[in-house]
């Protein structure tokens, strides 16, 4: 039994490493530069690994896009429970959304992994479980429904504008943006 656990372990860190290494491709080639063998080199892995895993590219994408919405969602989740509806809980928000936009190449390689999902409705359910995360956050401020749509879209937009440009807002920006969004009580 251990060497069973132990193969399973080693077999999961492998697959682990080949998703980290299909966003660094996307980051660096985007999402048509991904190939097995690119993904299995940049993983340091033989080139069997990658196909040994994912049977296909669509897979390996998917497999990507699955990681990186489940790690955005809890995130923010984390900063939900600790959120309180006032102007610390903003401000964490602000920290978060300043740090994703310092790494600007990961960024992109989200956002383009995110947007597959435009065009294939099975990715949806995916990059729902990031959107609900987000309208959590933004339920601690408001009940309204359309408001923490507009908050989820407003995330989203500021952070898909902070890529186009060479100099993406800091916390005291990203902060002022969202004073709009989510008025606190304690201000």
Same mark, same amino acid.
């Given at each position: ?13 492998r697959r682990q490493? &080949? ?7 996307? +980051? ?25 895993? /994912? ?41 978060l959304m300043a ?25 949806? +359910? ?9 309208? !959590? /956050? ?5 009940? !309204? ?14 952070? &898909? ?11 005291? +920006? /990203? !902060? ?12």
């Amino acid at each position: 039994m251990p060497a069973t656990d132990g193969r399973r372990v080693k077999g999961e860190r492998r697959r682990q490493a &080949l998703i980290e290494a299909a966003l660094r491709v996307v +980051e660096r080639d985007g999402a048509s530069g991904v190939s097995h063998r690119a993904v299995a080199r940049e993983a340091e892995l033989p080139n069997a690994s990658a196909t040994y895993y /994912f049977r296909s590219i669509d897979d390996l994408l998917c497999a990507a896009l699955t990681s990186v919405m489940h790690e955005d969602a809890a995130r923010m989740r984390r900063l939900a429970l600790a959120a309180d509806g006032g102007l610390d809980s903003r401000r964490m928000l602000a920290q978060l959304m300043a740090d994703v936009a310092a790494e600007p190449g990961r960024l992109l390689a989200e956002y383009e992994l995110y947007l597959q999902a435009a065009r294939r409705p099975e990715l949806r +359910e995916v990059t729902q479980v990031w959107l609900d995360a987000a309208a !959590d /956050f933004a339920r601690k401020y408001t009940d !309204d429904p359309v408001r923490v749509r507009i908050v989820v879209g407003a995330i989203d937009g500021l952070l &898909l504008q902070a890529l186009l440009t060479d100099d993406p807002p800091g916390v005291t +920006e /990203f !902060d002022e943006m969202l004073r709009a969004l989510l008025p606190c009580s304690d201000e």
